[in-house]
């Protein structure tokens, strides 16, 4: 904008979704992160939270249509647990050979704390029976272990990817 005796308009002259989406980007890009907090809206924004909240509904929706990543997991779906779930077993499998055990996912950043998961699921075993069942049922379910087949059913498939998890191991 153009500045006149000093005075610039440093905020949105528009706060139609396209524009909060590019303006959220640029903050990403201001902070050096691949997401945006509240207070770096705050800080670094041409416009407020409530704008962002208001238009979209949560910061996390707001994120996920800029394309950034959200750090924190306020009122997680089951699927977004799951995933980070899968997440932190891949790593655990890659890393340590084994299962992820509850620590494993709060010494690594995933943003939702073991508890979130087993209030969900009732115990982290449970959160693990599940998300075996949901990569294993996009692959081929041994007939060995057809007694957790019935488990996926209350759950949609969550990745198409074929892992090799191992849930004894």
Known sequence: MSDKQ???????????ESDIVSELQRISSVTGKATVSKQDIDNFG??????VNKKFGSLRSALQAAGL????????????LIDV??????????????????????????????DTVVRKFGSWKKALVV??????????????????????KDYPLIHEKKLKLQLRK
Not at 69 to 80: D, I, L
């Open 6 to 16: 000093g005075f610039s308009i440093d905020f949105l002259e528009s706060y139609d």
């Open 69 to 80: 990543e959200y750090s924190k997991f306020m009122k997680a779906t089951e699927r977004e």
């Open 46 to 51: 041409r416009l407020s939270y409530a704008v």
């Open 131 to 152: 998300a075996y069942e949901s990569v294993e049922a996009s692959d081929t379910i041994d007939q060995d272990d057809t007694a957790f087949a019935n488990v996926t």
């Open 85 to 114: 779930v899968i997440k932190v077993w891949e790593h655990t499998l890659a890393t340590e050979g084994r299962r992820p055990f509850r620590s494993d996912l709060q010494s690594n950043c995933y943003g939702v704390s073991a």
